[in-house]
């Protein structure tokens, strides 16, 4: 993803300056004020999709429904959902908003655990929300200042590294060496990090407990792969700070955090959510289990109206005792992919592998529609590959060796190339998959 223009950066920061005051209260209000939030969010946003976007314009007129039909937040379960297939089948023409002009749009890519590579778009000067959902996940933590800096392992840079010098956010590659990793937190010395659970394991693991309290650390955010509470608090007290879990995903952004008594509240002036029966179109109660679908509310450039997340949860009403409103969600679920195993008893975790591919597509520049790792035996992987329309003959030596470069370690590598990827038994797209049945646990 590009870095913002100074005045893309601009607008955001008056925007969120502006949108900051009512974002803080939200949480805390009351739940008619909160819903009938959503409802205008919603009803802008479909009608903005039905009149611009040939995706929904095609599913809500096959369905018999239009704009005039959402009149309260109920309604919107007569609107069809969306997957990535449809998405990606739609993509760009039918996705994209008409006469969007991609030069003033912030464009990323989501591969998440589904192994379909779909490029996600926003309008650079419209994504204020997301720098201010950022301050509200932190916050949510501990007291964050404009001084504070967060120092964020992930896949690749934020479009902005502050907001004109405050709130100070800094990148380091999930990919980096734990060993340097460590160099780079003593040398920023941040007050709040993030990164994924298996990160976190291996810092307290090379640091131990005295290192670990050393950091300074205010709070440290997780997300990406699964974690238990009872892990969370045991690393909180390795690190000597809360450790607090993250549900986003690129197409829907920040989807909900734990508060600073361990409740997972939805951010509901972002993303409106519904759960649905397995394998229906079924909307269940508050309190029921089912399938994640959400509704990003501020992105008119690639509307996500109903999208199908892959996710099981349940969404209750808020009983914590911070204050928050906003409802939370429990026993949510994502999908269980393997690990891998190498022959020196070093484990590659599902979000390693992933960040893997991530780097196929933003270091080696390989055009991949589609992609799954399979380890056939502890010292020889398979990566298979769709290739995308600008794919090139040199990309699949690059891709093998950019894989090798990464493990760090002997390790037979092909490079496999096919026109699609088969999906398991059940439709699913699986990714990642071992074949050292007992040894590689699902991560």
């Given at each position: 993803m590009r870095s913002f223009t100074r005045r893309e950066l601009a607008v955001n920061t008056a925007q969120i300056a502006a949108a900051f005051p009512g974002f803080w209260r939200r949480p805390f209000a009351p739940r008619a004020q909160i819903r009938r939030y959503q409802l205008r969010r919603l009803q802008a946003l479909v009608a903005h999709?039905?009149?611009?976007?040939?995706?929904?314009?095609?599913?809500?007129?096959?369905?018999?429904?239009?704009?005039?039909?959402?009149?309260?937040?109920?309604?919107?379960?007569?609107?069809?959902?969306?997957?990535?297939?449809?998405?990606?089948?739609?993509?760009?023409?039918?996705?994209?908003?008409?006469?969007?002009?991609?030069?003033?749009?912030?464009?990323?890519?989501?591969?998440?655990?589904?192994?379909?590579?779909?490029?996600?778009?926003?309008?650079?000067?419209?994504?204020?929300?997301?720098?201010?959902?950022?301050?509200?996940?932190?916050?949510?933590?501990?007291?964050?200042?404009?001084?504070?800096?967060?120092?964020?392992?992930?896949?690749?840079?934020?479009?902005?590294?502050?907001?004109?010098?405050?709130?100070?956010?800094?990148?380091?590659?999930?990919?980096?060496?734990?060993?340097?990793?460590?160099?780079?937190?003593?040398?920023?010395?941040?007050?709040?990090?993030?990164?994924?659970?298996?990160?976190?394991?291996?810092?307290?693991?090379?640091?131990?407990?005295?290192?670990?309290?050393?950091?300074?650390?205010?709070?440290?955010?997780?997300?990406?792969?699964?974690?238990?509470?009872?892990?969370?608090?045991?690393?909180?007290?390795?690190?000597?700070?809360?450790?607090?879990?993250?549900y986003s995903s690129e197409e829907l952004t920040r989807i909900a955090a734990q508060c600073e008594q361990g409740t997972h509240h939805v951010f509901e002036d972002v993303v409106y959510l519904e759960l649905l029966a397995p394998d229906s179109e079924r909307v269940v109660g508050l309190g029921e289990p089912g399938e994640v679908v959400g509704t990003y509310l501020h992105n008119f450039a690639m509307p996500f109206i109903r999208y199908r997340q892959g996710d099981t949860a349940r969404l209750e009403p808020s009983r914590c005792g911070c204050g928050r409103t906003f409802n939370q969600l429990s026993e949510l679920r994502g999908r269980r992919l393997d690990a891998f195993v190498l022959p020196s008893g070093r484990v590659l975790t599902s979000g390693w592998l992933l960040d893997a591919t991530y780097s196929f597509l933003l270091d080696v520049g390989a055009e991949i529609a589609a992609f799954r790792l399979i380890q056939r035996s502890a010292g020889h992987v398979e990566i298979v590959l769709v290739p995308g329309h600008g794919w090139r003959p040199d990309m699949a030596a690059a891709v093998q060796a950019r894989f090798v470069e990464l493990v760090g370690e002997p390790l037979r590598v092909e490079v496999r190339l096919v026109a699609e990827i088969a999906r398991s038994p059940a439709g699913k797209h699986q990714p990642i998959i071992s074949h050292l049945r007992g040894r590689s646990g699902t991560c």
């Open positions: 999709a039905y009149a611009n976007v040939p995706l929904y314009a095609e599913l809500y007129r096959g369905a018999h429904v239009s704009p005039r039909d959402l009149q309260t937040l109920e309604d919107l379960r007569h609107f069809p959902t969306v997957s990535k297939d449809d998405v990606l089948a739609a993509y760009p023409d039918g996705a994209l908003t008409r006469g969007l002009d991609l030069r003033r749009c912030l464009v990323s890519k989501s591969s998440g655990s589904s192994g379909q590579v779909l490029e996600v778009v926003h309008q650079a000067d419209r994504v204020s929300i997301q720098g201010l959902a950022m301050h509200r996940l932190l916050a949510q933590y501990a007291p964050y200042r404009p001084w504070h800096r967060f120092v964020y392992v992930y896949t690749s840079e934020y479009p902005a590294r502050s907001l004109f010098g405050t709130y100070p956010m800094i990148l380091v590659p999930t990919l980096t060496p734990i060993s340097r990793l460590i160099d780079r937190l003593h040398t920023l010395r941040p007050q709040f990090l993030a990164c994924y659970p298996s990160h976190l394991r291996e810092l307290a693991d090379a640091m131990g407990p005295a290192g670990c309290k050393r950091l300074g650390l205010h709070a440290i955010s997780v997300s990406s792969e699964p974690s238990s509470q009872r892990e969370r608090d045991q690393l909180s007290q390795r690190f000597g700070c809360g450790v607090y879990d993250e």
